[in-house]
């Protein structure tokens, strides 16, 4: 069915014209409009919302009183289609099974812009459409009507649509006048601009009909829909009689084919294409002088031609013909010029009250020297590390400039580096990082008359090498033993690397800073013991190659520091002591480094081991007083940083009496 339906919308674009007045798919929410005669006929019109195209056709109620008007109003009926085209017939014979599955928001906007807008200004179609009906012979008083959607089985389904109170004897108000309306001449002729007319929700407006000098020039009602873009032409007349004074009206048109006021605008329409320049323009050059040729436009309204000449292409232009060639004229000669010099020329087409229109292109063209200037000499080239500076001598003979010439490494063509000629004896190449290799330079002359000179001696300049390594990668990483130990690779060949730096940092976000000296080229692996158990670090590596430059850091990859093997305390030296007051001694040595010593005790009366000191990072003394009577044992552990603890040592005991 989708395919079914993209292809029926591909038709009614070619049946329907330009969707440019299409509606929102937001603003499809559907309605019923009703509009009488004054004379007892009332014209209803409804559209269903997105989506909800019934099946089956309509039915059509007082909504007053409830009372069936038609039973079933369906589309294709014969009567209906033998009042539109065969290709419209064609059309409304097949879509209803499609319209009714139209819900994505771009086939809605296509098929209520074409479908609502047309029905809207076309009651033909809209009958056809069965979106439409015609009540005659309408008693006096105002009745509001309703229609109902139906099911195939011709059952009511959940949409209606009420319309706004009608009395069949009196007339609907007229549409509202279109707002601001302005005229312009353009090439071709006269754009009209208007803004939609007031909008009314009962009776909307969505087409016009324009008249220029009281005559009818849209023999159809031109539909716009309920809102367009104001800044483009609302209509372009292009049989408008130029260069004459012109009035045109803009008529809103309701849907019962009745006018509005008219908004009303004067203009002179000049015809502005009498201005254009010819598009055919060349010059030729013979020794001291320049024929100048064109082919006239044709237009009757061009009462001839101005020549201009400049000696550069933004002027200052001098008029040549200050009282313009007649029109019919397609040539023109411009002797007693200087050889060697460069001219640009251009034509303006000439209006009929004398004003000058816009420009040609201008062409050059220069007039033959005797002789080529001779070759360059003394070309030196200065390498940078984005540039190459040449400089050369100037040439004895006067030259309009010079073209500087490049060629690469294995290449066979010359490049010309400049559009222009540089009338400088010097030129900077920027070439760039990221290149190397060697260019090779050569320096042409240029005279006045355009002739170009040999090609002086070439220079050859080697270019620095400022390409960067790729980043080198970590390939493994171990944090165990309370030291990082890094596995890498370099990215590339390796003979494009010469060292390693290795970068390190406490986050992700941080900026890596360098570990130690650089790495040499063979080396694999990195060993960094100056770290802390527990914390986690972030490891980059960066390639380096014999011209210094460095690669971007390769990927971060994380490693969190383990503790290294934590050794047997060794036991501490226990006393007691009697003086000046009860107490133990325990003498301990210093632990190893990086790590803390902890001397515990516990006594008869618990088997819990207590902190007496530490963690201590080097040897010493620590004194247990108060001691309780009968046996006490003290023993070292070995503490990191972390508090994970080793193995304690044998325990000393010693007795209160």
């Known amino acids: 069915m989708a395919r079914i339906f993209s292809v029926w919308l591909a038709m009614l674009a070619l049946w329907l ?37 019934p099946a ?54 296509l098929v209520y812009g074409l479908l609502g807008a047309r029905a809207m200004a076309d009651w033909p179609y809209a009958r056809a459409l069965g979106l439409g009906w015609v009540l005659p012979h309408v008693a006096p008083g105002k009745r509001a009507y309703r229609v109902i959607g139906l099911d195939r089985n011709a059952k009511p389904v959940n949409v209606s649509f009420t319309s706004s109170p009608v009395d069949g004897t ?31 929700r009962n009776l909307p407006v969505i087409a016009y009909v324009v008249e220029r000098d009281g005559v009818l020039i849209t023999p159809k009602p031109l539909v716009r829909g309920l809102r367009w873009n104001v800044l483009q032409p609302a209509l372009v007349d292009r049989n408008a009689p130029l260069e004459n004074e012109l009035t045109y009206r803009v008529f809103a048109v309701d849907a019962l084919g009745r006018r509005s006021e008219p908004a009303s605008v004067k203009l002179f329409a000049a015809d502005l294409k009498a201005l254009e320049p010819p598009f055919e323009f060349n010059a030729a050059a013979d020794r001291d002088e320049v024929t100048l040729r064109w082919k006239g436009s044709g237009n009757p309204h061009t009462t001839g031609y101005v020549v201009e000449r400049a000696y550069l292409y933004d002027g200052p232009y001098e008029t040549l013909t200050p009282q313009g060639l007649r029109a019919d004229v397609a040539r023109h000669i411009d002797r007693n010029l200087r050889p060697g010099t460069a001219y640009y020329y251009r034509l303006r087409a000439m209006g009929p009250r004398g004003d000058l229109g816009t420009p040609s292109r201008a062409v050059m063209v220069q007039t033959a020297g005797r002789q080529a200037p001779p070759a360059v000499s003394g070309l030196k080239a200065e390498v940078g590390r984005t540039r190459v500076h040449l400089a050369w001598e100037p040439v004895s003979a006067a030259v309009a400039g010079y073209f500087i010439e490049r060629r690469g490494d294995g290449e066979d063509q010359w490049l010309r580096l400049n559009g222009r000629v540089r009338p400088e004896p010097f030129y900077d190449d920027y070439y760039g990082p990221g290149r190397s290799g060697a260019f090779s330079y050569r320096i042409v002359a240029v005279g006045y008359d355009n002739q170009e000179s040999r090609p002086g001696r070439d220079v050859t300049a080697t270019l620095p090498d400022t390409v960067p390594p790729p980043a080198p990668r970590i390939t493994s990483i171990d944090g165990s033993n309370g030291k990082v130990t890094l596995g890498f690779a370099p990215a590339g060949r390796e003979e494009d690397v010469e060292q390693f730096l290795v970068l390190r940092s406490l986050s992700a976000r941080e900026r890596g800073l360098v570990l130690g000296d650089p790495l040499p080229q063979k080396a694999r692996s990195f060993e960094d013991s100056s770290v802390e158990a527990g914390k986690v670090y972030w490891y980059q590596l960066v390639a380096l190659d014999k011209s210094g430059n460095r690669s971007d850091p390769g990927s971060a990859v994380a490693v969190r520091v383990g ?48 902190v007496l000191a530490g963690p201590a990072a080097e040897g010493g003394e620590a004194t247990h007083a108060n001691l309780p009577r009968g046996r006490s044992e003290y023993r070292a552990v070995y503490q990191a940083v972390n508090g994970v603890q080793g193995k304690p040592s044998e325990a000393v005991e010693i007795a209160q009496p």
């Open 17 to 53: 014209a330009s969707p440019a007045w299409a509606v929102d798919a937001k603003d499809a929410v559907g309605g019923m409009f009703a509009a009488s005669d004054g004379m007892g006929e009332v014209r209803l019109w409804w559209f269903p919302p997105v989506g909800r195209w």
């Open 56 to 109: 089956g056709g309509w039915r059509l109620l007082d909504s007053s009183g409830g009372q069936v008007l038609v039973d079933r109003i369906v589309p294709g009926e014969a009567e209906a289609l033998a009042a539109v085209s065969q290709k419209d017939a064609e059309g409304v014979r097949q879509l209803q099974d499609v319209l009714a599955k139209a819900s994505k928001p771009e086939d809605v906007n």
């Open 170 to 200: 009196v007339a609907s108000p007229l549409a509202a006048a279109p707002l601001e309306l302005k005229a312009l001449a353009q090439g071709g002729g006269v754009a009209l601009y208007w803004s939609p007319a007031h909008v009314d």
């Open 563 to 610: 503790n290294q093997e934590i050794p047997t305390a060794r036991r501490p030296e226990v006393a007691r002591v009697a003086e000046p007051f009860p107490h133990a001694l325990v003498r301990f040595s210093a632990p190893p480094a990086g790590l803390g010593v902890v001397i515990q005790f516990r006594t008869a009366a618990s088997d819990a081991w207590i």
